[in-house]
């Protein structure tokens, strides 16, 4: 069994912002498999189902981003889950928009949520981080990060939600460096033909 998680900030106010990414793409997730119906439990809200015929329980918790351990750590404690069981997916500033990474482990890089889920589970989870860019000023990435992507941003955030949700079977097989690169490959343009 395996507990996805997405992170975002709960709230219709919040719902386009770049923060949200991890939201939005667990949606497309639970939606192009064919989860169940969102429910409300662990402090946040769930849904079940099958990647690569692995049980699958999605989470997106309802505490603000940093309080997001606290939905994760219930979790994975009522589950008697490990935290190598985990798989994060969340918004990356020092990543180009739309590139996507992931590791094992690490630190937070300044991430509440991350900081949070750490704190509440230690550090052995997946991370798969999105990329939404940065804004070019320190002081400019609260701001930043809390403000909706723009229509621009659509012509490359759809296709990445797209194929994360595609290729997701890939990261409970643990097959995370072809998740990559399907992922990079779905989004390189095509080259020209002469």
């Known amino acids: 069994m395996f507990l996805l998680v997405g992170l975002g ?3 219709t106010k919040y719902a386009g912002n770049r923060h949200n990414i991890g939201f939005m793409a667990v949606d497309e997730i639970v939606r192009r498999h064919g989860f169940s119906p969102w429910r409300k439990k662990f402090h946040g809200e769930i849904s079940e189902g099958l990647l690569a015929l692995q049980k699958t329980l999605v989470l997106k918790p309802s ?3 940093n309080e997001s351990g606290q939905a994760v750590g219930e979790a994975i404690r009522f589950l008697n889950m490990e935290p190598e069981q985990v798989i994060v997916i969340y918004d990356e500033i020092d990543l180009l928009a739309g590139k ?3 590791k094992l482990g690490d630190g937070a890089a300044g991430h509440n949520g ?5 704190a509440h589970i230690g550090p052995h989870y997946t991370r798969v981080r999105l990329g939404v860019g940065h804004p070019g000023d320190k002081t400019l990435v609260h ?7 723009a229509k621009a941003d659509k012509a490359w955030l759809t296709p990445l939600l797209d194929a994360v949700a595609d290729y997701a ?3 409970v097989e643990g097959d995370t460096a072809t998740f990559q690169n ?5 989004l390189a343009p095509a080259p020209e033909k002469e």
Request: glycine share 4%; aromatic share 6%; net charge neutral.
């Open 143 to 149: 701001p930043h990060v809390l403000s909706d992507f």
């Open 182 to 186: 399907k992922v990079h490959l779905a």
């Open 169 to 171: 079977p890939l990261l």
């Open 9 to 11: 900030n709960p709230g």
């Open 114 to 118: 991350i900081h949070s889920i750490t």
């Open 63 to 65: 505490t603000y981003m």
């Open 100 to 102: 996507v990474r992931e």
